[in-house]
């Protein structure tokens, strides 16, 4: 692998070349340079992000390697000697983008023994010392050695490789050709067509000769065989449509989670819990309905298409081809009145599951507060609003279900009335007969997709803000910045001229004009009435919100400069009690989320020393399994100040340049917090804490 393997001083080039050979990134980003040795994770990971790609580090067993190796996409593999710079795979190898930015095929036990390499050294003595023992003929012996070093290392992880990915809120039209949608697309219409043309063209066939009373066994012949060629290729065309909806959900789903976890943390606030859940049901319905509803809808309206062209050439000519798309406009009509039904009838929902989901997390102060009959009160009348909405859209949705195909069937056979009185032949009412009945099928189709379509329609205005959501992508940084510790300078935060409103340039401004200084070894207290706009600046400092004016820096830097992930990894912040959360996992997991996971042995054991000196010694004695004890909603009950000394160990966990506490010590006694403040005086390079006065 000696020409086809990047050194490191040349990694930043060879994910850039590689990004571009695949369509994942344009356009050049500086060198930071050279990795640092060890772990390049964070270095791969951050430079990816300059480029506006993801880059993931996956692990797997010594077991699961070589089907991992099989379906490698564009990653970065480091091997003994330097970096492999994979375009894809498959069973023949890993295509490689060499240093001389040439294409090249490696044989995957290639890699994969290169991978491997160490693990296998240790045992190899050990199993050729059992070979030689048990004396297994040399004919079987590499077989055997094979296996027996699989068997041994079968469990033990293997590293080393990242796999590059499009950012799920770059265009969604790049995405999907990316993936191959817009091509299956393509070739799923071509089928539609091609079966629809089949299946007129056998029956034109087998009824030419009918009609003239002559049927010869070869034309029952080739009718047969259009008929099973248009039975394939409706299977193929089913297959490909499945495989169509599949790529186009997966790709849906990913940016819309990707737009939830780019909303901004005060729209979601402002939203509440309950309209965000009502969002979710809603993305299931696009997903499930929306799909597959387009997908008929195109195969309706080509088989439309095709009906209209036999229409024309039957008894009724110009005449049906008119009722034709009379018909389709009034369908089209229907339709758009079921959308307005729906959309009432989700509206109504909504408020239903927003009402649920705030009963349920108030249900202690209704009970406490709240007299006993007037808790169905607002309930009983949203369900009567729901009743109502749901009437009115079922009503038209019967409508739609049934009308288009039995409706078409009496207006198709009453536009024949003036040709048969005007004694047209049999062939042509035969032809305008088929066409009829062809328009039926269609509208039966088209009835069905277009209910679930409309209704995939309604549920997207809900859910179009976190599609659009994903596009916000905050900036990367200057991978100079981001990869390497700004110059050295005791000034930590500076803040100049800053001012902040959370209703853009409409609402009236919470920060004006603020300044400050915040230099190492500082400890600030920051005090205010009520509403004073403290928690404003410091989620402003943290990097949770950008300035409307004014200018923060951090170490000298911008956060454009800086980057956001990189300026919230220097910046650790623990906001108000109601606005931190401990996760459901374990509390480790809950106190090392700033930090790499899985968490080190050194990491863990710092971990329970802070714990032990913000006071949390005698919880994690009583936890069965101490660090890993699973906590949150699901798992252990913490207490108010539990959980507070929590989110002040995650702080301090960051290994940040600066600690911004929120009202951090309101839920402790006087002498459980002044140990805590003794703990965060002693680990906090600079601090800000934000108190009442």
């Known amino acids: 692998m000696g020409g086809l393997v990047w050194q490191p001083s040349a990694l930043a080039h060879a994910m850039s070349a590689l990004t571009a050979a695949c369509g994942l990134a344009t356009g050049a980003v500086p060198s930071p340079g050279a990795p640092p040795e060890g772990d390049p994770t964070a270095w791969i990971e951050a430079y990816a992000g300059c480029m506006g790609v993801e880059a993931e580090a996956v692990q797997c067993s010594f077991a699961e390697l070589g089907g991992a190796l099989a379906s490698l996409g564009?990653?970065?593999?480091?091997?003994?000697?330097?970096?492999?710079?994979?375009?894809?795979?498959?069973?023949?190898?890993?295509?490689?983008?060499?240093?001389?930015?040439?294409?090249?095929?490696?044989?995957?036990?290639?890699?994969?023994?290169?991978?491997?390499?160490?693990?296998?050294?240790?045992?190899?003595?050990?199993?050729?010392?059992?070979?030689?023992?048990?004396?297994?003929?040399?004919?079987?012996?590499?077989?055997?050695?094979?296996?027996?070093?699989?068997?041994?290392?079968?469990?033990?992880?293997?590293?080393?490789?990242?796999?590059?990915?499009?950012?799920?809120?770059?265009?969604?039209?790049?995405?999907?050709?990316?993936?191959?949608?817009?091509?299956?697309?393509?070739?799923?219409?071509?089928?539609?067509?091609?079966?629809?043309?089949?299946?007129?063209?056998?029956?034109?066939?087998?009824?030419?000769?009918?009609?003239?009373?002559?049927?010869?066994?070869?034309?029952?012949?080739?009718?047969?065989?259009?008929?099973?060629?248009?039975?394939?290729?409706?299977?193929?065309?089913?297959?490909?449509?499945?495989?169509?909806?599949?790529?186009?959900?997966?790709?849906?789903?990913?940016?819309?989670?990707?737009?939830?976890?780019?909303?901004?943390?005060?729209?979601?606030?402002?939203?509440?819990?309950?309209?965000?859940?009502?969002?979710?049901?809603?993305?299931?319905?696009?997903?499930?309905?929306?799909?597959?509803?387009?997908?008929?809808?195109?195969?309706?309206?080509?088989?439309?298409?095709?009906?209209?062209?036999?229409?024309?050439?039957?008894?009724?000519?110009?005449?049906?081809?008119?009722?034709?798309?009379?018909?389709?406009?009034?369908?089209?009509?229907?339709?758009?009145?079921?959308?307005?039904?729906?959309?009432?009838?989700?509206?109504?929902?909504?408020?239903?599951?927003?009402?649920?989901?705030?009963?349920?997390?108030?249900?202690?102060?209704?009970?406490?507060?709240?007299?006993?009959?007037?808790?169905?009160?607002?309930?009983?009348?949203?369900?009567?609003?729901?009743?109502?909405?749901?009437?009115g859209m079922d009503g038209v949705g019967d409508l739609l279900a049934s009308l288009p195909a039995r409706g078409w069937l009496a207006l198709g056979l009453l536009g024949l009335v003036p040709a048969v009185l005007g004694g047209v032949g049999a062939g042509p009412l035969v032809v305008a007969t088929g066409g009829i009945l062809q328009a039926q099928a269609a509208f039966a189709t088209l009835a069905t997709s277009l209910g679930a379509l409309l209704s995939a329609a309604v549920s997207w205005r809900s859910i179009a803000r976190l599609f659009t959501a994903a596009e916000g992508r905050e900036p990367a940084g200057i991978p100079q910045a981001v990869l390497g510790r700004p110059a050295t300078s005791d000034v930590v935060i500076e803040a100049r001229g800053v001012s902040f409103r959370y209703d853009g340039e409409r609402g009236e401004p919470v920060l004006r004009g603020c300044e400050l200084v915040l230099s190492k070894g500082d400890r600030l207290l920051l005090e205010g009435r009520s509403g004073g706009g403290k928690s404003t600046l410091a989620a402003v400092l943290s990097g949770l919100h950008a300035p409307s004016s004014g200018l923060v820096l951090l170490r000298g830097l911008d956060r454009r400069t800086l980057g956001g992930a990189a300026w919230r990894s220097r910046v650790a912040s623990a906001p108000q009690f109601h606005d931190n959360h401990v996760l459901s996992g374990t509390l480790a997991f809950n106190l090392l989320m700033g930090r790499a996971w899985p968490a080190s042995p050194e990491d863990r054991r710092e971990a329970e020393v802070v714990c032990r000196k913000l006071g949390l010694g005698p919880l994690l004695d009583r936890m069965p399994s101490g660090l890993d004890q699973v906590v949150g909603e699901t798992g252990w009950q913490l207490s108010h100040g539990e959980r507070s000394r929590l989110f002040l160990a995650r702080a301090l966990l960051q290994r940040s340049d600066a600690v911004i506490l929120d009202e951090s010590f309101g839920a402790l006694d006087p002498l459980t917090a002044r140990e805590c403040v003794g703990a965060v005086l002693e680990r906090a390079p600079a601090l800000i804490v934000i108190a009442h006065p």
């Open 74 to 391: 564009p990653s970065i593999v480091r091997v003994e000697q330097g970096y492999l710079a994979v375009m894809s795979a498959g069973r023949r190898g890993l295509s490689v983008l060499t240093p001389a930015l040439t294409p090249a095929r490696i044989p995957l036990e290639t890699v994969r023994r290169a991978l491997t390499a160490h693990l296998e050294d240790r045992p190899a003595s050990h199993v050729d010392k059992w070979l030689a023992a048990a004396q297994v003929p040399p004919r079987r012996a590499a077989r055997a050695r094979d296996e027996l070093l699989a068997q041994l290392v079968a469990d033990r992880p293997i590293d080393g490789v990242w796999l590059l990915r499009p950012d799920p809120g770059s265009s969604f039209r790049r995405l999907l050709s990316r993936r191959g949608v817009l091509r299956r697309g393509a070739i799923f219409l071509a089928a539609a067509a091609s079966q629809i043309a089949l299946g007129v063209f056998a029956w034109w066939l087998i009824g030419a000769g009918a009609l003239e009373g002559d049927v010869q066994p070869g034309w029952l012949f080739a009718w047969v065989l259009l008929s099973l060629s248009a039975l394939f290729v409706q299977l193929f065309a089913s297959f490909t449509g499945g495989m169509l909806t599949i790529d186009v959900a997966a790709l849906l789903k990913q940016r819309l989670l990707c737009g939830a976890l780019r909303l901004d943390p005060a729209a979601i606030r402002a939203r509440g819990s309950g309209e965000l859940l009502a969002m979710v049901s809603e993305s299931e319905a696009v997903e499930t309905a929306g799909l597959g509803g387009a997908l008929g809808a195109i195969v309706a309206l080509v088989q439309l298409a095709s009906a209209a062209a036999v229409l024309a050439a039957g008894a009724g000519g110009g005449l049906h081809v008119a009722l034709l798309l009379g018909w389709t406009l009034a369908v089209a009509l229907l339709g758009r009145r079921f959308a307005r039904e729906r959309a009432a009838w989700t509206g109504e929902r909504f408020a239903i599951t927003s009402g649920f989901v705030e009963h349920v997390v108030g249900h202690r102060t209704r009970v406490a507060q709240q007299a006993s009959h007037l808790h169905h009160l607002e309930e009983d009348a949203a369900l009567e609003r729901y009743h109502r909405a749901a009437r």
